[in-house]
């Protein structure tokens, strides 16, 4: 069974950013375990220190390679040899090798001649040969373009619910994740949790900043604005600056400016929201009119 399978995945830091790391992993998830977990590069090099703090999180075994002298690179030949240890002396059942360099196009035609399955990942300008070589070739680009739509869809998730919530509480309603499940599938018809790495709508909802879950008797649970969040000296004084302006109101950009001067580290993002103007409009009490730069926030009547 391919979650049973054992995978070795060796990086050629030369010529991966590690931007795309996270990808990688989540992109191996779906081909087995990973065993095996190396780095090749020189590490003393200032071009390779964006690697220096992931490499703990990740478990990753750093191999490194002095760059002694000019031309073959020693980075690949250390690659390839451990490749071919691992081949011979552990049980592996397939290799990860993330480069972008035709150099490895025969270490992965003979992985395969081996009856190894060989996952490659590089980016865009990988060489053809190294791709067919592969069983399986993914674009790196691709991983990173992936994990950017997801976020984006997490935030506009994220906005939704807060608006569910915030809507129900100035009805005296409560709100349950039953209610969020369906509203949601109602606007996104191809709605589905996993999409964000949760299998429960309940757990998505434990690790939203802004919000609290409640369980009660009988397993029932419910949902509601983190108590703080209704006094929030942010939004006290959010609230205290508009009202000082008057029947006036005072410009989306100049309330953000004012409010980032009171709160050094504001950011919009931990109350749920991905833009300023969705969040002053879930504040009750207050109102924004205009689009783009003419929103204007003002006291409702």
């Known amino acids: 069974m391919e979650e049973d399978r054992k995978l070795a995945l060796l990086i050629d830091s030369d010529n991966v950013s590690a931007k795309y790391l996270n990808g990688i992993f989540d992109e191996l998830a779906q081909y087995g375990t990973i065993t095996y977990r190396r780095i090749y590069g020189d590490f003393t090099s200032p071009a390779n220190a964006h690697w220096s703090s992931l490499l703990l999180k990740k478990s990753i075994t750093p191999i490194q390679q ?27 059942d397939g290799f990860c090798i993330v480069s972008s360099d035709s150099d490895f196009t025969r270490l992965a035609s003979r992985l395969r001649e ?67 499940g369906s509203r949601l599938q109602n606007k996104y018809p191809d709605f589905d949790i996993r999409s ?43 609230r205290e600056i508009v009202r000082a302006h008057g029947k006036k109101g005072i410009a989306l950009s100049a309330l953000g400016q004012e409010i980032r001067k009171k709160h050094k580290g504001f950011n919009v993002r931990v109350y749920g929201y991905s833009q300023l103007y969705r969040f002053i409009e879930s504040i009750n009490g207050l109102k924004v009119t205009g689009i783009n730069q003419n929103r204007r926030v003002f006291l409702e009547k």
């Open 114 to 180: 081996s009856g190894k399955i060989v996952i490659g990942m590089g980016e865009k300008k990988t060489p053809d040969s190294f791709r067919a070589a592969c069983t399986v070739f993914t674009e790196l680009e691709n991983l990173i373009e992936s994990e950017a739509t997801m976020a984006a869809g997490k935030e506009a998730v994220a906005e939704d619910i807060i608006n569910i919530i915030t809507k129900n509480d100035n009805k005296g309603k409560t709100t349950g994740p039953g209610e969020i």
């Open 66 to 92: 002095f760059s002694n002298t000019t031309g073959k690179n020693a980075t690949d030949s250390a690659l390839i040899i451990d490749a071919m240890d691992l081949l011979y002396n552990s049980n592996v």
């Open 196 to 238: 964000f790495g949760y299998s429960q709508l309940s757990k998505f909802l434990e690790d939203m900043d802004g919000i609290e879950v409640h369980k009660g008797k009988n397993n029932t649970i419910t949902v509601s604005l983190k108590s703080d969040a209704k006094d929030d000296p942010v939004i006290c004084d959010i």
